[in-house]
């Protein structure tokens, strides 16, 4: 699918685009900004918002820098861990015309707080989770006059989530803030289903899995048996 598996969303303003998630390289941003020009017009992109450090879904933002200087907002983990050169994940399994032109630049603005802006008369909210949920600093983006939410993939839909970097007691706090939020759109980091029951299949994993780990601690299973005490299906 040449790194085509996550959402990349844009948010029409009347002067111009928010980006949240630029995806997995330069090929793949220039490419659906030209996609989005044809539905809505050709705009710049003001603002550029990354939910996380896994490389799928920052890759691209050399290309709004570069074509447009946007502000890029994302965690500290994309400038602490990833320098230009790195050969990350999608440097290694995308094939040659694919990631080509693609460049490692560090983000603009990191945030601990919820981060407020406004453009065009648009209000959104950068909202931290401050746990380690998905991966060790996870961002949200809200609208709170529209009610749509841009979750990342702290809300997946349609296949099972990576805890490689995260933690499921963080993942249900994430879960818990968004819901907080009372939205009634919720964009996943990957997957389709974006009505009020985009969130459940993520809420049923990791709850389902923090129950049944602490049962099977209660019963005194070994730690080094967990995985193989706890059947999540």
């Known amino acids: 699918d040449a790194g085509n598996m996550a959402n990349s969303c844009y948010v029409k303003t009347a002067d111009s685009f928010v980006v949240f998630d630029t995806g997995p390289s330069y090929v793949f941003a ?10 809505a017009g050709e705009l710049p992109v003001k ?21 447009f200087g946007s502000e890029l907002v994302g965690p500290s983990l994309i400038n602490t861990k990833y320098k230009a050169g790195d050969e990350t994940r ?8 694919a990631i080509k032109g693609t460049n ?35 961002y949200f983006l809200f609208m709170p006059k529209e009610k749509v939410l841009f979750a990342g993939d702290l809300v997946m839909n349609g296949r099972i989530t990576s805890g490689r970097d995260g933690a499921v007691l ?14 009634k759109t919720l964009i996943p980091g990957h997957g389709f289903i ?22 099977a601690i209660e ?10 005490a706890v059947p999540m299906v």
């Open 30 to 39: 220039k490419q659906t900004y030209e996609a989005m020009s044809k539905l």
């Open 47 to 67: 603002v550029v918002v990354n939910s996380h450090e896994h490389d799928d879904h920052w890759l691209g933002n050399d290309y709004y820098k570069q074509k």
């Open 90 to 97: 999608m440097f290694r399994v995308l094939p040659e015309n």
């Open 104 to 138: 490692i630049i560090p983000v603009d603005k990191s945030i601990k707080e919820q981060y407020n802006f406004t453009v065009a008369g648009v209000d959104f909210e950068v909202i931290p989770v401050n746990a380690k949920a998905h991966t060790g600093e996870d």
């Open 170 to 183: 963080g993942q249900i706090k994430a879960l818990d803030m968004m819901d907080a939020k009372g939205w």
């Open 194 to 215: 974006t009505d009020k029951t985009a969130i459940d299949e993520a809420r049923d994993y990791f709850t389902f899995m923090r129950d049944r780990v602490a049962k």
């Open 219 to 228: 019963d005194d299973v070994d730690a080094a048996d967990i995985q193989a």
